[in-house]
């Protein structure tokens, strides 16, 4: 757990931190404030990502998520619920352009190997791979 570098992007910050600490499979818990913020919803008809521009300080009420892999490298997946001054609260997928205000991020490192993201023809997302019951 450590603090987040004021003025970096969220998710680099968090992935910098998983790097520092040569951690490329956890889960990502994460609470402060932002500047600004980009963050999108799965608009599942159409298989693309919506994206919303938030263009005002706002507290990071609380950021949840993953690192796995993706191509071979650490890949953050994240949510966030971003809270204005008069209690008000937009959520979605975490995008670059969000940069951390004052941040606390734990990693909890996961064991049983790394998940590798690949594309699911279903959803038109990169997912992790399903397990079999009882299967590896
Ligand atoms: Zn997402």
Redesign the pocket.
Known sequence: MAGLEHGRDLGEAILALAAANDISCAWVNAIGAVSCARISA?RQAERRYLELELKEPLELVSCLGNISLRDKKPFL???VVLGREDGSLSGG?LCPGTPVFAGECCLFELAGGVPERIFDSVTGLGLWPRRKPGGE
């Open positions: 799965y997946h994240a949510h997928h």
